[in-house]
Protein backbone atom coordinates (compact mmCIF):
# COMPACT_ATOMS: atom_id res chain seq x y z
CA UNK A 1 0.00 0.00 0.00
CA UNK A 2 1.22 3.48 -0.69
CA UNK A 3 2.28 5.30 2.43
CA UNK A 4 1.94 9.40 2.45
CA UNK A 5 5.58 9.24 1.25
CA UNK A 6 5.43 6.46 -1.38
CA UNK A 7 2.57 9.38 -3.45
CA UNK A 8 5.10 11.73 -3.21
CA UNK A 9 8.10 10.46 -4.68
CA UNK A 10 6.23 6.78 -6.33
CA UNK A 11 5.68 3.50 -4.93
CA UNK A 12 8.86 1.66 -2.99
CA UNK A 13 9.96 -1.39 -4.73
CA UNK A 14 8.88 -4.93 -3.33
CA UNK A 15 11.09 -6.38 -5.83
CA UNK A 16 13.67 -9.02 -4.84
CA UNK A 17 17.59 -8.11 -3.87
CA UNK A 18 20.14 -9.05 -6.55
CA UNK A 19 22.53 -10.18 -3.74
CA UNK A 20 26.21 -10.81 -4.44
CA UNK A 21 28.56 -12.36 -2.11
CA UNK A 22 31.34 -9.71 -0.72
CA UNK A 23 34.87 -11.34 0.09
CA UNK A 24 35.97 -9.60 3.67
CA UNK A 25 38.96 -8.05 2.56
CA UNK A 26 41.90 -9.25 3.85
CA UNK A 27 40.15 -10.93 6.70
CA UNK A 28 40.12 -14.79 6.69
CA UNK A 29 37.08 -16.52 4.74
CA UNK A 30 33.85 -16.22 6.66
CA UNK A 31 32.80 -19.53 8.00
CA UNK A 32 30.49 -18.56 10.54
CA UNK A 33 28.67 -15.85 9.08
CA UNK A 34 27.59 -14.96 5.32
CA UNK A 35 28.25 -11.17 4.05
CA UNK A 36 26.37 -9.92 0.74
CA UNK A 37 25.23 -6.49 -0.63
CA UNK A 38 22.72 -5.78 -3.03
CA UNK A 39 23.93 -4.78 -5.95
CA UNK A 40 23.44 -0.94 -6.76
CA UNK A 41 21.17 0.42 -4.17
CA UNK A 42 23.12 0.26 -0.84
CA UNK A 43 22.05 -2.61 1.44
CA UNK A 44 24.71 -4.90 2.65
CA UNK A 45 23.20 -8.09 4.61
CA UNK A 46 24.69 -10.06 7.10
CA UNK A 47 23.88 -13.19 8.27
CA UNK A 48 24.77 -15.38 11.18
CA UNK A 49 24.84 -18.74 9.53
CA UNK A 50 24.79 -21.58 12.01
CA UNK A 51 21.21 -22.89 11.74
CA UNK A 52 22.26 -26.27 13.39
CA UNK A 53 22.67 -24.26 16.97
CA UNK A 54 19.72 -21.85 16.01
CA UNK A 55 22.02 -19.15 15.06
CA UNK A 56 23.95 -19.28 18.77
CA UNK A 57 27.32 -17.71 18.27
CA UNK A 58 31.06 -18.41 19.91
CA UNK A 59 33.52 -15.82 19.58
CA UNK A 60 34.98 -16.67 15.78
CA UNK A 61 30.86 -15.99 14.48
CA UNK A 62 30.98 -12.40 16.91
CA UNK A 63 34.29 -11.70 15.24
CA UNK A 64 33.08 -11.87 11.78
CA UNK A 65 30.01 -10.06 11.97
CA UNK A 66 32.32 -7.47 13.28
CA UNK A 67 34.37 -7.47 10.30
CA UNK A 68 31.24 -7.21 8.30
CA UNK A 69 29.84 -4.71 10.34
CA UNK A 70 33.14 -2.29 9.91
CA UNK A 71 33.12 -3.57 5.91
CA UNK A 72 29.64 -1.89 5.84
CA UNK A 73 30.75 1.43 7.87
CA UNK A 74 34.22 2.25 5.80
CA UNK A 75 31.62 1.75 2.38
CA UNK A 76 30.13 5.23 1.40
CA UNK A 77 27.83 2.94 -1.01
CA UNK A 78 26.14 1.19 2.00
CA UNK A 79 23.45 3.42 3.71
CA UNK A 80 21.82 0.34 5.53
CA UNK A 81 22.92 -3.03 7.12
CA UNK A 82 20.52 -5.63 7.33
CA UNK A 83 21.34 -8.05 10.30
CA UNK A 84 19.41 -11.51 10.37
CA UNK A 85 19.63 -15.61 10.63
CA UNK A 86 19.83 -18.31 8.39
CA UNK A 87 16.74 -20.02 7.98
CA UNK A 88 13.44 -19.50 9.11
CA UNK A 89 13.81 -21.04 12.92
CA UNK A 90 15.80 -18.07 14.47
CA UNK A 91 17.40 -15.22 14.27
CA UNK A 92 19.94 -15.88 17.13
CA UNK A 93 20.08 -17.81 20.14
CA UNK A 94 22.54 -16.13 22.00
CA UNK A 95 25.82 -17.42 23.26
CA UNK A 96 26.84 -21.06 22.28
CA UNK A 97 26.59 -22.89 25.28
CA UNK A 98 28.66 -25.85 24.56
CA UNK A 99 31.74 -23.13 24.85
CA UNK A 100 30.59 -20.95 27.46
CA UNK A 101 33.55 -21.31 30.16
CA UNK A 102 34.77 -19.65 32.75
CA UNK A 103 34.82 -16.01 31.99
CA UNK A 104 33.51 -16.23 28.89
CA UNK A 105 32.50 -18.09 25.32
CA UNK A 106 36.10 -20.14 24.70
CA UNK A 107 36.75 -19.82 21.26
CA UNK A 108 39.77 -21.62 18.94
CA UNK A 109 42.38 -20.19 20.74
CA UNK A 110 41.24 -21.63 24.38
CA UNK A 111 40.43 -18.04 25.39
CA UNK A 112 36.94 -16.70 26.68
CA UNK A 113 35.39 -13.94 25.42
CA UNK A 114 32.38 -11.91 25.80
CA UNK A 115 33.37 -9.90 22.59
CA UNK A 116 29.54 -9.98 21.90
CA UNK A 117 29.53 -6.71 23.90
CA UNK A 118 32.06 -4.42 21.50
CA UNK A 119 29.66 -5.66 18.96
CA UNK A 120 26.70 -4.42 20.27
CA UNK A 121 28.59 -0.90 20.56
CA UNK A 122 30.23 -1.59 17.09
CA UNK A 123 26.18 -2.00 16.16
CA UNK A 124 24.93 0.96 17.62
CA UNK A 125 28.19 3.39 16.69
CA UNK A 126 27.79 2.57 13.10
CA UNK A 127 26.21 5.66 11.44
CA UNK A 128 24.22 3.96 9.59
CA UNK A 129 20.57 2.22 10.10
CA UNK A 130 21.00 -0.80 11.39
CA UNK A 131 17.78 -3.50 10.86
CA UNK A 132 17.48 -6.44 12.40
CA UNK A 133 15.54 -8.77 10.53
CA UNK A 134 14.01 -11.80 12.39
CA UNK A 135 12.02 -14.75 11.86
CA UNK A 136 12.15 -17.68 14.41
CA UNK A 137 13.83 -17.36 18.17
CA UNK A 138 15.78 -14.04 19.05
CA UNK A 139 16.37 -15.28 22.47
CA UNK A 140 19.10 -14.12 25.30
CA UNK A 141 22.17 -12.41 23.63
CA UNK A 142 20.07 -12.66 20.31
CA UNK A 143 17.44 -10.99 21.58
CA UNK A 144 20.15 -8.26 22.37
CA UNK A 145 21.66 -7.98 19.20
CA UNK A 146 18.23 -7.12 17.34
CA UNK A 147 17.36 -4.40 20.73
CA UNK A 148 20.60 -2.77 19.53
CA UNK A 149 19.96 -2.35 15.98
CA UNK A 150 18.16 0.87 15.21
CA UNK A 151 14.69 -1.48 13.99
CA UNK A 152 13.50 -4.04 13.92
CA UNK A 153 11.13 -6.34 11.31
CA UNK A 154 9.47 -9.55 12.70
CA UNK A 155 8.25 -12.20 10.93
CA UNK A 156 4.82 -13.49 12.53
CA UNK A 157 6.85 -16.86 13.55
CA UNK A 158 9.18 -14.81 16.02
CA UNK A 159 9.81 -15.21 19.52
CA UNK A 160 11.58 -12.85 22.06
CA UNK A 161 12.98 -13.30 25.15
CA UNK A 162 16.15 -13.01 27.49
CA UNK A 163 16.75 -16.84 28.77
CA UNK A 164 19.59 -15.86 30.83
CA UNK A 165 18.39 -16.43 34.87
CA UNK A 166 17.69 -19.96 33.70
CA UNK A 167 20.97 -20.93 31.99
CA UNK A 168 22.80 -18.78 34.60
CA UNK A 169 23.64 -15.51 32.54
CA UNK A 170 22.47 -11.87 32.47
CA UNK A 171 23.70 -9.20 30.45
CA UNK A 172 23.48 -5.99 33.16
CA UNK A 173 24.51 -3.74 30.14
CA UNK A 174 22.28 -2.41 27.17
CA UNK A 175 20.65 -5.30 27.30
CA UNK A 176 18.97 -4.65 30.80
CA UNK A 177 18.77 -0.56 29.98
CA UNK A 178 17.93 -0.34 26.43
CA UNK A 179 15.62 -2.86 26.67
CA UNK A 180 13.90 -0.54 29.34
CA UNK A 181 14.01 2.30 27.53
CA UNK A 182 12.21 0.17 25.13
CA UNK A 183 9.43 -1.23 27.33
CA UNK A 184 9.78 0.55 30.54
CA UNK A 185 10.84 -0.39 33.68
CA UNK A 186 8.45 -2.84 34.61
CA UNK A 187 8.17 -4.81 31.27
CA UNK A 188 12.08 -5.35 31.09
CA UNK A 189 12.07 -6.31 34.95
CA UNK A 190 9.04 -9.12 33.92
CA UNK A 191 11.34 -10.18 30.79
CA UNK A 192 14.28 -10.59 33.16
CA UNK A 193 13.14 -11.93 36.25
CA UNK A 194 10.64 -13.88 34.66
CA UNK A 195 12.58 -15.64 31.34
CA UNK A 196 9.18 -15.35 29.34
CA UNK A 197 8.98 -15.93 25.79
CA UNK A 198 6.72 -13.40 23.85
CA UNK A 199 5.34 -14.05 20.29
CA UNK A 200 5.93 -11.20 17.64
CA UNK A 201 1.98 -9.59 17.99
CA UNK A 202 3.45 -9.22 21.88
CA UNK A 203 6.37 -7.91 21.15
CA UNK A 204 4.91 -5.33 18.74
CA UNK A 205 2.55 -3.91 21.56
CA UNK A 206 5.39 -3.86 23.99
CA UNK A 207 7.57 -1.51 21.17
CA UNK A 208 10.01 -4.45 21.12
CA UNK A 209 9.65 -4.43 17.33
CA UNK A 210 8.37 -2.43 14.62
CA UNK A 211 6.42 -4.16 12.12
CA UNK A 212 5.31 -7.65 11.86
CA UNK A 213 4.64 -9.32 8.80
CA UNK A 214 4.02 -12.96 7.43
CA UNK A 215 7.31 -15.21 7.35
CA UNK A 216 7.09 -15.58 3.57
CA UNK A 217 7.21 -11.73 3.23
CA UNK A 218 10.09 -11.05 5.96
CA UNK A 219 12.58 -10.25 3.41
CA UNK A 220 10.41 -8.15 0.98
CA UNK A 221 8.91 -5.80 3.60
CA UNK A 222 12.89 -5.25 5.25
CA UNK A 223 13.84 -4.00 1.94
CA UNK A 224 10.91 -2.09 1.65
CA UNK A 225 11.73 0.21 5.17
CA UNK A 226 15.58 0.05 3.98
CA UNK A 227 14.49 1.43 0.33
CA UNK A 228 12.62 4.02 1.90
CA UNK A 229 15.16 5.29 4.38
CA UNK A 230 17.65 5.03 1.35
CA UNK A 231 15.62 8.27 -0.02
CA UNK A 232 15.92 10.21 2.76
CA UNK A 233 19.35 12.57 3.96
CA UNK A 234 22.13 10.08 4.80
CA UNK A 235 23.28 12.72 7.34
CA UNK A 236 19.79 13.56 8.79
CA UNK A 237 19.83 9.62 9.31
CA UNK A 238 22.91 9.79 10.85
CA UNK A 239 22.95 12.61 12.74
CA UNK A 240 19.45 11.62 13.96
CA UNK A 241 20.96 8.24 15.07
CA UNK A 242 23.63 9.89 17.26
CA UNK A 243 20.73 12.28 19.09
CA UNK A 244 18.63 9.77 19.74
CA UNK A 245 21.52 7.35 21.09
CA UNK A 246 23.22 10.76 23.42
CA UNK A 247 20.14 10.34 25.38
CA UNK A 248 20.90 7.05 26.38
CA UNK A 249 25.09 6.81 26.08
CA UNK A 250 26.31 9.72 28.63
CA UNK A 251 29.63 11.19 27.66
CA UNK A 252 30.10 8.31 24.68
CA UNK A 253 26.83 9.74 23.62
CA UNK A 254 27.60 13.30 23.32
CA UNK A 255 31.42 12.16 21.79
CA UNK A 256 29.01 10.73 18.78
CA UNK A 257 26.97 13.58 18.36
CA UNK A 258 29.70 15.74 18.62
CA UNK A 259 31.62 14.20 15.81
CA UNK A 260 28.70 14.53 13.36
CA UNK A 261 28.88 18.60 14.55
CA UNK A 262 32.64 18.54 13.36
CA UNK A 263 31.81 16.25 10.58
CA UNK A 264 29.33 18.99 9.30
CA UNK A 265 31.72 22.22 10.26
CA UNK A 266 34.34 20.70 8.84
CA UNK A 267 31.92 21.41 5.37
CA UNK A 268 31.44 24.95 6.03
CA UNK A 269 33.34 28.25 4.41
CA UNK A 270 33.98 29.42 8.51
CA UNK A 271 35.33 25.85 9.80
CA UNK A 272 37.99 25.91 6.29
CA UNK A 273 38.87 29.61 7.18
CA UNK A 274 39.96 28.13 10.43
CA UNK A 275 41.92 25.98 8.34
CA UNK A 276 43.01 28.04 5.56
CA UNK A 277 44.54 30.70 7.41
CA UNK A 278 46.93 28.53 9.17
CA UNK A 279 48.40 27.09 6.28
CA UNK A 280 48.30 30.44 5.01
CA UNK A 281 49.99 31.87 8.12
CA UNK A 282 47.62 34.79 8.72
CA UNK A 283 45.02 35.30 11.41
CA UNK A 284 41.46 33.54 10.10
CA UNK A 285 39.19 36.19 9.08
CA UNK A 286 35.89 35.22 11.35
CA UNK A 287 34.42 38.08 10.80
CA UNK A 288 32.26 37.66 7.56
CA UNK A 289 29.86 34.58 9.34
CA UNK A 290 27.17 35.81 10.83
CA UNK A 291 26.42 34.89 14.58
CA UNK A 292 22.83 34.00 14.04
CA UNK A 293 20.27 33.78 16.63
C1 LIG B 1 16.33 -21.22 20.92
C2 LIG B 1 15.51 -22.40 21.45
C3 LIG B 1 14.27 -21.91 22.22
C4 LIG B 1 15.03 -23.21 20.22
O1 LIG B 1 14.33 -24.36 20.61
P1 LIG B 1 14.06 -25.53 19.54
O2 LIG B 1 13.54 -24.94 18.28
O3 LIG B 1 13.24 -26.54 20.23
O4 LIG B 1 15.49 -26.13 19.14
P2 LIG B 1 16.49 -26.99 20.04
O5 LIG B 1 16.28 -28.41 19.76
O6 LIG B 1 16.46 -26.56 21.45
O7 LIG B 1 17.89 -26.50 19.43
C5 LIG B 1 18.36 -27.01 18.19
C6 LIG B 1 19.83 -27.26 18.35
O8 LIG B 1 20.45 -25.99 18.57
C7 LIG B 1 21.20 -26.05 19.77
N1 LIG B 1 21.18 -24.72 20.38
C8 LIG B 1 20.16 -23.85 20.43
N2 LIG B 1 20.50 -22.75 21.09
C9 LIG B 1 21.77 -22.92 21.49
C10 LIG B 1 22.67 -22.11 22.21
N3 LIG B 1 22.37 -20.87 22.67
N4 LIG B 1 23.91 -22.61 22.42
C11 LIG B 1 24.26 -23.82 21.96
N5 LIG B 1 23.44 -24.64 21.26
C12 LIG B 1 22.21 -24.18 21.03
C13 LIG B 1 20.51 -27.10 20.60
O9 LIG B 1 21.36 -27.58 21.58
C14 LIG B 1 20.15 -28.12 19.55
O10 LIG B 1 21.28 -28.86 19.21
P3 LIG B 1 21.25 -30.49 19.34
O11 LIG B 1 20.15 -30.92 18.42
O12 LIG B 1 22.61 -30.91 18.90
O13 LIG B 1 20.95 -30.78 20.78
C15 LIG B 1 16.32 -23.33 22.37
O14 LIG B 1 17.29 -23.99 21.59
C16 LIG B 1 16.98 -22.63 23.47
O15 LIG B 1 16.36 -22.31 24.47
N6 LIG B 1 18.29 -22.38 23.31
C17 LIG B 1 19.11 -21.80 24.36
C18 LIG B 1 18.88 -20.31 24.44
C19 LIG B 1 19.80 -19.72 25.46
O16 LIG B 1 19.64 -19.97 26.63
N7 LIG B 1 20.80 -18.93 25.02
C20 LIG B 1 21.83 -18.39 25.84
C21 LIG B 1 21.30 -17.25 26.71
N8 LIG B 1 22.36 -16.51 27.26
C22 LIG B 1 23.05 -15.70 26.50
O17 LIG B 1 22.94 -15.55 25.31
C23 LIG B 1 23.98 -14.87 27.24
C24 LIG B 1 23.64 -13.46 26.90
C25 LIG B 1 24.09 -12.53 27.88
O18 LIG B 1 23.30 -12.32 28.76
C26 LIG B 1 25.43 -11.85 27.83
C27 LIG B 1 25.69 -11.03 28.90
C28 LIG B 1 26.88 -10.37 28.98
C29 LIG B 1 27.81 -10.54 27.99
C30 LIG B 1 27.54 -11.34 26.93
C31 LIG B 1 26.35 -12.02 26.86
C32 LIG B 1 26.14 -12.83 25.69
O19 LIG B 1 25.38 -12.41 24.81
O20 LIG B 1 26.70 -13.91 25.61
Known amino acids: KPNSYGRVHGAVSREPANWRRIPVVAREDLTDVIYEKSIGEGIAKITINRPERRNAFRPRTVQELSWCFSDAREDPDVGVVVLTGAGSLAFCSGGDQSVRGQGGYVGADGIARLNVLDLQIQIRRLPKPVVAMVAGYAVGGGHILHMVCDLTIAADNAVFGQTGPKVGSFDAGYGSTHMARLVGQKKAREM ?95 SKFKRLP
Not at 220 to 236: F, G, H, K
Not at 244 to 268: C, H, K, M, R
Request: net charge negative; hydrophobic share 40%; proline share 4%.
Open 192 to 286: WFLARLYDAQEAHRMGLVNTVVPLDKLEEETLVWCREMLRNSPTALRVLKAALNAAEDGQAGIQELGGNATLLFYQSEEGNEGRQAYMEKRPPNF
